[in-house]
């Protein structure tokens, strides 16, 4: 499987963003798609997650109700939809894949930049 993210950039605290991570390689069907982040100084951090077959989702605390995770099946990418914005969400973030039955994230993709200003 192979990842491909997009969709950063510099906003303003209080605005959105919209990362897209297109996938390839192969079925997705039975593997989870997830967003992490790393900001400077601090160690990656698990966003969101999305079971490609059913579309259950799962978020961490620090984001759940201003950012979204979705998933489509026919052009095979995985959206995160981030509102409310603030200065604390710059990182660099990631897509991510991982087989169902493994703990283990495999597959990254090559991170997209987000810069919140104050």
């Known amino acids: 499987v192979q990842l491909q993210a997009s969709g950063g950039g510099s906003v303003q605290a209080g605005g959105s963003l919209r990362l897209s991570c297109a996938a390839s390689g192969g079925s997705l069907s039975n593997y989870n798609m997830g967003w992490f982040r790393q900001a400077p100084g601090k160690e990656r951090e698990f966003l969101a997650l999305?079971?490609?077959?059913?579309?259950?989702?799962y978020y961490s605390e620090s984001i759940e109700g201003r950012f979204t995770i979705s998933r489509d099946k026919r052009q095979n990418t995985v959206a995160l939809q981030m509102n409310s914005l603030k200065p604390e969400d710059t990182a660099i973030y990631y897509c991510a894949a991982k087989f169902i039955y493994e703990s283990e994230w495999d597959y990254w993709g090559q991170g997209t930049l987000v810069t919140v200003s104050s």
């Open positions: 999305i079971r490609w077959s059913g579309g259950r989702t």
